[in-house]
């Protein structure tokens, strides 16, 4: 069974940081993109990053390019979210996801395999 744990999630202030990890069982995923989605209340989930199964190519939303970066560790099957220069607006379930390909997308339809989610909170 495929099963995907966030972890890192949490409260902080506006400026400072968090890292989020997505840690996969089941299966193996070091040939599969994997990517970063939130979902703030009342907001439909959106893209924030994404890396191919080599991690040689990521793709971030416009809103966190510079201040997150993606990167994953395919002998532990993890993927993590280095979050830095947090914003109010951040604030939202933070959930990881695999693509059954190589290359990510942008496109939460085009994951199969989802986590629970993480909370991340920032305040003003």
């Known amino acids: 069974q495929v099963q995907l744990v966030e972890s890192g999630g949490g409260l902080v202030q506006a400026g400072g940081s968090l890292r989020l990890s997505c840690a996969g069982s089941?299966?193996?995923?070091?040939?599969?993109?994997m990517g970063w989605f939130r979902q703030a209340p009342g907001k439909e989930r959106e893209f924030v990053a994404a890396?191919?199964?080599?991690?040689?190519?990521?793709y971030y939303a416009d809103s966190v390019k510079g201040r997150f970066t993606i990167s994953r560790d395919n002998a532990k099957n993890t993927v993590y979210l280095q979050m830095n220069s947090l914003k109010p607006e951040d604030t939202a379930v933070y959930y990881c996801?695999?693509?059954?390909?190589?290359?990510?997308?942008?496109?939460?339809?085009?994951?199969?395999?989802w986590g629970q989610g993480t909370q991340v909170t920032v305040s003003s």
């Open positions: 996801a695999v693509r059954r390909t190589y290359s990510g997308s942008y496109y939460p339809n085009e994951y199969d395999y």
């Open positions: 089941g299966r193996t995923f070091s040939t599969n993109a």
């Open positions: 890396i191919n199964w080599s991690g040689d190519s990521t």
